[in-house]
């Protein structure tokens, strides 16, 4: 599966109704995902990572509050 080609992230969308405050998303890729004022997670910067960095963050997120949408906005993740 590791050969597969992966689509391009295109979106990275927080539900914010979801978002516990958890910050996985930004141990794993800082610089993309900071916490705001209500501790939520909000997106800083979508290319300060890669693609697979992002991704692996979105898969971190203990509640799936991260949804990626490739470049044609169809969801990658969470399916």
Same mark, same amino acid.
């Given at each position: 599966m590791a050969d597969q080609i992966q689509p391009k992230i295109g979106k990275i +969308? +927080?539900?914010r109704e979801l978002c516990i405050g958890a910050a996985t998303c930004i141990a794993v890729a800082p610089g993309v995902f900071e916490l705001d004022a209500e501790n939520k997670a909000i997106v800083l910067d979508p290319h300060a990572q890669d693609d697979a960095t992002v991704r692996a963050a979105a898969e971190a997120c203990p509640v799936l509050a991260?949804?990626?949408l490739d470049e044609q906005g169809n969801k990658?993740?969470?399916k």
């Open positions: +969308v +927080v539900d991260i949804s990626l990658m993740f969470p």
